[in-house]
């Protein structure tokens, strides 16, 4: 059997090569995508037998986490690829549950995120016969900055330009205003202060001896005389 003269043959459930053939003996494993948001995605899955560890890779993203409940779970962010596994043979209950969840980086315009190239291992190392979950639409982010960036602080100026230095200013709270309130009150005007401090005034306060101070008298014609 298998090449093995008086061999025992496969196990039950997979080939000479080790393929599950019978996925009911061998198990079997479907993912999805779900709670995609602009930056994370759950991968869900519904197996029959339990789960020992997983080996995938992700495209459409770059990814910046990944977390799974078997005690190490690596990923490469330019590679895409994700592993899990438990060093003491810990496994994931047969069932429905969430595999693994992913973190990436948004983007402004969002995109699609896939997965391909997947291994599901079941007990003592076996290959749990998987399929991979469709192509999932990731949204665009929802807080970018004015150059696009998502998270960004850059913002646009009063002046309309996207990281100006531009500022609302003077006391009409306008765009770069210098304006300041006159003797008068009034915000932007034009009246000022004489030589006497009398706003609007000509100057004929001051009589030349001083404000507000008669001025020459007498035969000496001085002031205060």
Not at 139 to 155: I, K, M, N, Q, R
Not at 174 to 188: F, I, K, L, P
Request: hydrophobic share 30%; with cysteine.
């Amino acid at each position: 059997e298998c090449g093995v003269c008086d061999g025992s043959g496969p196990d039950a459930g997979f080939d000479c090569d080790g393929n599950c053939v019978d996925a009911a003996i061998c198990g079997t494993a479907s993912l999805s995508f779900v709670n995609v948001t602009s930056g994370s995605a759950d991968i869900s899955y519904s197996s029959n037998v339990d789960l020992y560890g997983f080996q995938f890779s992700v495209t459409g993203v770059t990814l910046t986490g990944a977390s799974s409940g078997f005690g190490t779970t690596s990923f490469g962010a330019e590679s895409g690829v994700v592993i899990a596994f438990s060093m003491d043979g810990s496994s994931i209950s047969s069932g429905d549950g969430t595999l693994a969840s992913l973190t990436f980086e948004p983007s402004l315009d969002g995109g699609t995120i896939n997965l391909g190239d997947l291994i599901v291992s079941g007990d003592g190392g076996a290959l749990v016969s998987s399929s991979a979950p469709d192509a999932a639409s990731v949204p665009g982010c929802d807080d970018a900055d004015c150059t696009g960036e998502c998270g960004g602080s850059v913002v646009v100026d009063c002046a309309g330009v996207c990281g100006g230095d531009s500022v609302l200013s003077g006391c009409d709270d306008a765009c770069n205003s210098t304006a300041v309130v006159d003797c008068a009150g009034e915000c932007g005007g034009t009246s000022a202060n004489d030589a006497c401090g009398v706003c609007n005034g000509d100057g004929s306060d001051d009589q030349g001896c001083g404000c507000f101070e008669p001025g020459p008298s007498g035969c000496d014609n001085a002031c205060g005389s």
